[in-house]
């Protein structure tokens, strides 16, 4: 008797926080400091919170 694997999705919507030090702002991308990596956010997302 062999069974079929079922296939099972999973989503997760959920929101981290993390600190970090502002090292740029332009007209549209903000650049965070974040440990030892800068990364690029745009102003869009960060509006939406």
């Known amino acids: 008797m062999t069974k079929t694997p079922e296939n099972k999705n999973l989503k997760v919507d959920s929101q981290i926080s993390l600190k970090g030090l502002v090292k740029a702002i332009f007209n549209d991308t903000v650049h ?7 990364i690029t956010l745009p102003i869009t997302d960060l509006k939406s919170q």
């Open 32 to 38: 965070v400091q974040i440990g030892g990596k800068v």
